[in-house]
């Protein structure tokens, strides 16, 4: 029930901010944040370009629209998961995600509301987590040694002009 009313409020939100563009007669002004759209492979070790996306932007605002491929249909994503357990992420949104197949680079997420992204899912093992909006980027250095990324969600304000 919870999921359901996350998937409603981001659904208004959207259109919320649709109809606002076009009761004002245009887009909407927004300052320019460095973003970032390429789809982020998880479980099959594809998180490099966000990684090197980040490490230019630590300290900055940035945007951030893209999909976290968390599938496990194949058996190398099937092993991702058994040793990261990724898939705990759907429950769980403050728990890192591995972001290079060796351990040495990881992702947390910290969402104003601690809500779990909207989610898709496949029958045949396809899961994809959407991520988007606004976040400041820092960063931590763990034992073994390994990179933490951090992200954390700044509140969107949005104001109607007379």
């Known amino acids: 029930m919870k999921r359901i009313a996350q998937v409603v409020a981001v659904l208004a939100l959207g259109a919320s901010a649709f109809w606002l563009g076009r009761i ?19 479980t099959s070790g594809e998180g490099e370009g966000l990684a090197q996306f980040l490490d230019g932007h630590i300290g900055d605002v940035v945007f951030i629209d893209t999909y976290l491929d968390l599938s496990v249909s194949m058996t190398d994503q099937s092993e991702v998961d058994d040793r990261f357990q990724v898939l705990e992420f759907l429950e769980d949104s403050r728990r890192a995600l591995p972001l290079s197949l060796d351990g040495a680079t990881w992702l ?55």
């Open 108 to 162: 947390e997420i910290e969402f104003v509301d601690d809500r779990i992204p909207p989610t898709s899912h496949g029958g045949t093992g396809i899961v994809m987590a959407k991520l988007v909006g606004y976040f400041r980027v820092s960063q931590s250095a763990g034992s073994g040694p390994s990179l933490t990324y951090h992200l954390r969600e700044i509140p969107q304000v949005v104001s109607v002009r007379p």
């Open 24 to 42: 004002t007669g245009g887009e909407a002004s927004t300052p320019d944040f460095p973003p970032f759209t390429e789809t982020v492979g998880i």
